[in-house]
């Protein structure tokens, strides 16, 4: 399985943006990047997810680079309770699909009032 | 329309015994996978199940095994319980099979004696 490289942790303001890198310099070609978020004492929840192009939805933005070799999610104004920890994932399109996620150590966030 | 639930939400038992966690996926979703969550190794995939078949597998011991019936419903079963097996045991559910969003339940803390 692919991995990714994520910092340990991140602190950040409330209301300002935020930007959390990740590295996944084997990823190929058919490998989606895929963010989670973990909050305390809660499941995963879907961040966002995408494959070349930058995606943004209601929750977070993911800009990908152009040799896809790392991504940065952004949250545009962070609030406490995007206190989390954010997970980026690998995810290839394998023959009959697989739901199988695997989950690094993962960046954990720390928003400050 | 409601999330995915799991029951029981805390359990403890006593080394040797063994353990049946319950998933109720969200209605229409076909996929299930469970993980395990510890502090030590962090969340690791166990199986996945799709149309009451078993998918997809990660690296744990035998004593671990799962089903999944006709309505979608899934349990996960651990034998033979070690200390070892404490852990959160989270349930996801996804509408098929491939690079979707899956949705993950708040989980079972299970904790052994």
């Known amino acids: 399985d692919a991995k990714t490289t994520q910092p340990n942790s991140m602190e950040s303001n409330e209301e300002e943006p935020v930007h959390l890198p990740c590295n996944h310099s084997t990823i190929s070609g058919t490998d989606y990047i895929h963010w989670y978020r973990q909050l305390p004492s809660q499941g995963p929840e879907y961040v966002i997810h995408?494959?070349?192009s930058n995606v943004n939805n209601r929750m977070a933005s993911l800009a990908i680079a152009e040799d896809r070799k790392s991504s940065t999610l952004i949250l545009h104004r962070a609030t406490l309770r995007d206190a989390a920890v954010y997970y980026c994932?690998?995810?290839?399109?394998?023959?009959?699909?697989?739901?199988?996620?695997?989950f690094g150590k993962g960046t954990k966030l720390t928003v400050n009032p | 329309k409601a999330g995915v639930t799991q029951t029981p939400r805390y359990l403890i038992k006593t080394r040797g015994q063994q353990v049946t966690l319950s998933c109720s996926p969200i209605s229409g979703h076909r996929s299930v996978s469970w993980y395990q969550q510890t502090p030590g190794q962090g969340l690791q995939f166990l199986f996945e199940y799709f149309s009451e078949t078993q998918r997809n597998k990660g690296n744990f011991p035998g004593r671990f095994s799962g089903r999944q019936f006709s309505n979608s419903r899934s349990e996960m079963n651990v034998s033979t319980l070690e200390l070892g097996d404490s852990a959160l045991y989270l349930c996801a559910s996804s509408l098929s099979r491939g690079n979707n969003e899956q949705f993950f339940g708040p989980g079972t803390r299970l904790t052994v004696l």
């Open positions: 995408g494959l070349t």
């Open positions: 994932i690998l995810r290839g399109v394998t023959q009959g699909g697989s739901e199988k996620l695997v």
